[in-house]
Nanobody, 123 residues
Framework: QVQLVESGGDSVQAGGSLRLSCVAS?????WGWFRQTPGQEREGVAS???????TYMNDVKGRFIISKDDYKNSVYLQVNNLKPEDTGVYYC????????????????????WGQGTQITVSS
C-alpha cells in the first residue's frame, strides 16, 4: 500500500494563505484533498486526475488550487483567502491503480490516506 505524508498545515489569520504538500512512496496519478473537523464527516475539497483535470468543492472554488508533480510523486494544495470555516485536518488521498475517478470528491474512491495536517484559521 502506498504511503502518503502531508505537510504545510499551520495556524493563520483569516485572509492568509498556506501551501499543503503530500508525497507518496510510489508513483500515483490521481489525488484528492479532504478535510475534517471534529464531529463532521470528511469532505472532499479538491482532486486532480492523471491528465491534470481538477475538481473542487463549491466553497473553495477560486481560493484553493490543487496541482501535482508526477516526477516527485507529490500533490499540492494552495489555499488562499482562508476563512475560519476552513479550519480542520487536511488529508491527501490517492488510488495508485486509477487514472480517473468517477466521483473524485468522494472518500470511498480512494484507497490510501495520509495522516493529516492541521489548518487553523482565526478571525
Amino acid at each position: 500500500q502506498v504511503q502518503l505524508v502531508e505537510s504545510g498545515g499551520d495556524s493563520v489569520q483569516a485572509g492568509g494563505s498556506l501551501r499543503l504538500s503530500c508525497v507518496a512512496s510510489q508513483r500515483t496519478y490521481v489525488w484528492g484533498w479532504f478535510r475534517q473537523t471534529p464531529g463532521q464527516e470528511r469532505e472532499g475539497v479538491a482532486s486532480i486526475d492523471r491528465l491534470g483535470w481538477t475538481t473542487y468543492m463549491n466553497d473553495v472554488k477560486g481560493r484553493f488550487i490543487i496541482s501535482k508533480d508526477d516526477y516527485k510523486n507529490s500533490v499540492y494544495l494552495q489555499v488562499n483567502n482562508l476563512k475560519p470555516e476552513d479550519t480542520g485536518v487536511y488529508y491527501c488521498a490517492t488510488d495508485p491503480r486509477a487514472a480517473k475517478l468517477a466521483r473524485p470528491l468522494e472518500s470511498a474512491e480512494y484507497t490510501s490516506w495520509g495522516q493529516g495536517t492541521q489548518i487553523t484559521v482565526s478571525s
